[in-house]
């Protein structure tokens, strides 16, 4: 375990915003907890949050070196929290064992993929993990979950429901010696016969032709949720403006585009202070240089109110606000 009091966590954050937790405290996902106090944020890659202030308590970093990944003869593979997620698929792909291919290139680590129940190209993690080992921070034990028990949904988990009550220690995947790729996101229709490790590559220079590098912009990825609707609530905006994607039946509703509403609301390319909307992809909000989280809110809530004002949708954010 190592102890840094005082430090900025500009490069602990993917959005690059520069603020200071007053203390960091760097773990591995086995060693023992330390007693705490005061106010911790558990911090993976930092791919998915937004700070708005200095952290007054302390941030436990997991360190992603930490620990080795175990395959079961059944093919499961048991992975440490704080290991960077891209970095597993590339294991089990060397390894021939099958499923993550479709999350490949998504920022973050293993813990934080049940957290949000990550999902890109047709795969989410919910299809692919089969439990989770963690440390109940309430009452101080071990604890392990079953798939259904991690509650998962759209970009959420029991977890989420819940922040700080679980420290996530170990994730099982529930993978496979068989390749069948999913191809079932339409821009991947084309590769039929691609090998897992071609469709890797194809779904990573995908991703990075419509979102921002993190070494390049800063951003969280997709700065808010599709919204769900009713079958009404779509046929109206859809009967207004025909030309709206069509939505598809998800979540006991109809699941519409965030990004073209953003888009439709005259966003796409906008700069508000020093927090911008990628210009590929609406609902990508990044750090044009030297930003800070409150600018990145102002941004949002400009977004919000102008989507709600037109299309009468809320949108919340898939990003954490810190
Ligand atoms: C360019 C870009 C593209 C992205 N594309 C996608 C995408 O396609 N699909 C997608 O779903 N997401 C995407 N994201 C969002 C992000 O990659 C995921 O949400 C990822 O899972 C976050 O991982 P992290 O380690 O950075 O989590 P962090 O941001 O560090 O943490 C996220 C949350 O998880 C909690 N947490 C982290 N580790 C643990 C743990 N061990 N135990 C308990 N709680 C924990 C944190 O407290 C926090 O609440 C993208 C982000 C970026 C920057």
């Known amino acids: 375990m190592k102890v840094y009091e005082n ?3 500009r490069e602990y954050n993917t959005f690059g915003i520069d603020v200071r ?9 086995d060693e023992p907890l330390p007693v705490l106090e005061e106010p911790f944020l558990i911090l993976g890659a930092g791919s998915d949050v937004v700070f708005t202030r200095d952290y007054p308590g ?35 792909l060397e390894r021939g064992v099958y499923g993550l291919e ?7 680590t293993v813990g934080a993929s049940v957290v949000q129940n990550v999902g890109a190209y047709g795969v989410e993690a919910k299809d692919v993990v089969s439990r989770v080992e963690a440390y109940d921070l309430l009452e101080r034990r071990p604890v392990a979950f079953s798939a259904e028990e991690c509650r998962f949904g759209y970009r959420t988990s029991l977890f989420k429901s819940q922040p700080g009550r679980w420290f996530i220690r170990r994730v099982h995947y529930r993978l496979s010696h068989t390749y069948t790729p999913n191809l079932t996101y339409r821009a991947l229709e084309a590769l039929p016969h691609a090998t897992a490790a071609e469709l890797r590559q194809s779904i990573t220079d995908l991703r990075w032709s419509k979102l921002p590098k993190p070494e390049e912009h800063g951003s969280a990825g997709s700065f808010f949720k599709n919204p769900v609707v009713d079958e009404a609530v779509y046929r109206r905006i859809k009967s207004e403006h025909p030309d ?13 585009s ?13 700069t508000m202070g020093r927090a911008g909307v990628w210009p590929k992809n609406a609902l990508v909000l990044y750090n044009t240089g030297g930003c800070t989280g409150p600018e990145v809110v102002a941004l949002a809530e400009a977004i919000q109110h102008d989507v709600q004002q037109q299309f009468g949708i809320t949108l919340i954010p898939e990003a954490i606000i810190v």
């Open 7 to 9: 430090i900025s966590l």
């Open 21 to 29: 937790a007053r203390r960091v405290v760097v773990i591995d996902a």
């Open 58 to 92: 302390t941030v436990l970093l997991l360190n992603p070196d930490a620990a080795d990944v175990v395959m079961q003869p059944d093919g499961t593979v048991v992975a440490p929290a704080g290991m960077v997620l891209d970095r597993l698929i590339q294991w089990t």
């Open 102 to 108: 479709n999350l490949s290139a998504i920022p973050g």
């Open 244 to 256: 709206m994607p069509e939505a598809h039946a998800a979540e006991g509703g109809y699941k519409l």
């Open 258 to 270: 965030a990004g073209w509403l953003i888009d439709r609301a005259g966003w796409k390319g906008r």
